[in-house]
């Protein structure tokens, strides 16, 4: 299943990128991309993290793990019909 935007997902840390970090979505989802802004610090390869969508139209997709972010995609998932 692709990820959609504001979905979260629990995922685990792949590799280390000079800009980022690669995440592992649950179940078959795939890859996302979370640019080092996003990520709240520093992670350690094969962490757990909580991630959210914000940009599935980019391969792979974009990710935070901030939780301003998770926070805002809680609500916009709770007031969609």
């Known amino acids: 299943m692709k990820p959609a935007v504001h979905q979260t997902y629990d995922a685990i840390v792949s590799r280390q990128l000079p800009w980022g970090i690669l995440v592992s979505l649950e179940g078959d989802a795939g890859d996302a991309l979370v640019d080092g802004m996003k990520t709240g610090g520093t992670t350690a390869l094969r962490s757990a993290v909580r991630v959210v969508i914000l940009d599935d139209t980019r391969e792979p997709v974009r990710a935070s793990m901030l ?12 007031s969609d019909p």
Do not use: I, N, R
């Open 67 to 78: 939780e301003a972010d998770l926070e805002l995609a809680g609500k916009q998932t709770a």
